[in-house]
């Protein structure tokens, strides 16, 4: 994989960890993802307006419908994750199985080839990540509930990120099949949190907002970065790379939001970076 597209997936998943990061210390969670999809939607029906950037072919249009559906069923397995197991347990583990999973899709369906060292390396981050969610609270039912919620969300993730690098592949417009996405995705998630928000919107973190539109302008440029990065090197390295967003969330948590990270947490770091390394450059 060339470094330039390496440093392209790591940029794009530095700008989602700050989203994470707000998201996790936002009294509403619902609120800051809605605002983290309606962003990009605004920005992508600005692009369309003022640029007239056209919608992908024909061909492409089947596996956005099936990307976007597979987000929404992302979103909604962790929002049930979240009332059974805390956010920084449950989203650890979602995205520690959102990689392998993209990768075995690739193989099994795609054509695609992991070497030895990019398998290793997808191991790596996905048990770094598995280290940053253990938590005792896994054991009893409810956690353990939340954690299988959580590996829901990760299959559809892994899905929606396989899918993804397909309709790239099937679309006459890299920068169409983006834009139209986030539109479209957009347009589905923020009336279905309005309706379960709407008996508290009063009381709603409006303060938030500005910070909240901030990081969710990080949030659209991640995902212009990773989609761009799927439709020019293998399925893999993108999906492994991607998933560091988790430990970048995790950082900036310990840094400037007072979260220790503790020892199992320097570990799961070096895991992670060791994992990133093996799968970008091998």
Known sequence: MQAELIALVLV??????????????????????????????????????????????????????????????????????????????????????????????????????????????????????????????????????????????????????????????RADSTLGYIVWINLLEGALIVPAAFILRRKRLASLPWRELPLQAATGLCAAASYAMVLWALSLAPLAPVAGLRETQALFTALIGAAFMGEALGRRGAAAAALVASGALAVGFF
């Open 12 to 169: 794009a998943a530095f700008l989602h960890g700050v989203w994470g990061a707000a998201g996790k210390g936002s009294r509403d969670p619902i609120m800051a993802a809605t605002v983290g999809a309606l962003v990009p939607a605004l920005v992508a029906a600005a692009l369309i307006l003022m640029h007239g950037i056209t919608a992908p072919s024909a061909w492409a249009w089947p596996w956005m419908a099936a990307s976007i559906a597979l987000h929404l069923l992302y979103i909604a397995a962790m929002l049930l994750a979240w009332r059974y197991l805390a956010l920084t347990r449950a989203y650890p583990i979602a995205r520690a199985g959102a990689a392998p999973a993209a990768a075995a899709i690739g193989v099994l369906f795609l054509d695609q080839s992991v070497s030895f060292a990019g398998t290793a390396g997808l191991a790596a981050i996905a048990v770094g990540l598995l280290l940053l969610g253990m938590d005792r609270a896994l054991l009893d039912g409810r956690g353990a509930l939340g954690a299988l919620l959580a590996i829901v969300s990760a299959l559809c993730l892994g899905g929606a990120t396989a899918v993804d690098f397909v309709g790239l592949h």
